[in-house]
């Protein structure tokens, strides 16, 4: 079968290659891919990765072999995914880390979902509830910073999205923010949460903004670059203030099941800005790292 493969030895840092069909263990069932969708830190440390490892980690399409022990969705089923190697005709999956995909919904739209769902989802769910309480996400023009947004505000939080420019702003009013801000300087009162995608200065800055007793998801570095606490920054009175990082995406598959839920309601929606198939992936890398993807990048795997 053809996948797209991590060739460090290239310019690109991937290439189209033949590559062994995948032989699902126990308790795995094999997919054809329809649809993978690309992440950012894909993107960014695809040639980092060993060469000929499968690239990708979201996909949807049906199942075409069914786990053995007869757990899990059956074949033809149309199922979205989390796993490595999806960037290819066929990939094996977990049974617990595929979810049915409901009638009606497309299979672009579920590939969206799994990396930036789980990301936004299990991070939000971390800081405790949110009914009532102030939520800053930075990024928010990103495909974790609009699920965060649509899901704090479902939760009962009033939402501030931080975005990079005005233009990155658009629309989020309508996904659920009170208020959207251009970087941190004009975010006026504190906030109980952040989920933080920028890193450097961003990070610093927004851990300032933090309440008493507040909580600083750190899920992300789009910038590159440090982040510089200056001495003394991270003593505060009154209740202690946390700094929590993520990347906890093990059995995915029920809170897969909970966002194709949230989706099919119309209660969150995750755009996709950027579309094509798999053979023109550099295309969207570069959209990606040029920040010209609002929402997700998609690929046809045809």
């Not at 629309?171 to 941190?184: H, K, P, Q, T």
């Amino acid at each position: 079968m053809q996948a797209l493969i991590a060739a460090p030895d290239t310019a690109e840092g991937h290439r189209l290659a033949e590559v062994p069909e995948p032989v699902p263990a126990p308790g795995q069932l094999l997919v054809e891919v329809r649809q993978s969708s690309v992440n950012f830190g894909e993107a960014r440390f695809r040639a980092g990765m060993p060469a000929g490892t499968v690239l990708g980690y979201d996909a949807a399409g049906y199942v075409v072999r069914a786990a053995e022990d007869g757990s899990g969705p059956a074949v033809g089923d149309r199922v979205v995914a989390f796993g490595p190697g999806t960037w290819a005709e066929r990939a094996v999956f977990d049974v617990d880390s595929v979810a049915r995909i409901p009638d009606g919904l497309d299979l672009a739209a579920a590939a969206a979902l799994p990396m930036v769902g789980l990301t936004a989802l299990r991070t939000l769910r971390g800081a405790g509830p949110l009914l009532g309480r102030r939520v800053l996400v930075t990024g928010a023009s990103g495909g974790v910073g609009r699920l965060a947004v649509q899901l704090a505000r479902l939760g009962g939080a009033t939402v501030v999205a931080s975005v990079g420019s005005p233009a990155r702003g658009e629309g989020l009013r309508d996904l659920g923010a009170a208020e959207v801000v251009v970087g941190l300087d004009d975010v006026r009162e504190p906030v109980d949460v952040v989920v933080e995608t920028v890193g450097g200065d961003h990070l610093t800055r927004a851990w300032s903004l933090l309440k008493p007793g507040g909580i600083c998801q750190s899920i992300g570095w789009a910038s590159g670059a440090a982040a510089v606490f200056a001495p003394n920054s991270t003593f505060a009175l009154g209740e202690p203030r946390r700094l929590q990082s993520f990347g906890d995406t093990s059995r995915p598959g029920a809170d897969l099941a909970t966002l194709l839920a949230f989706v099919a309601a119309g209660d969150i929606s995750l755009p996709v800005g950027w579309r094509d198939s798999w053979k023109r992936v550099d295309d969207a890398i570069e959209a990606l790292l040029g920040r010209r993807v609002a929402g997700k990048a998609v690929l046809d795997i045809d």
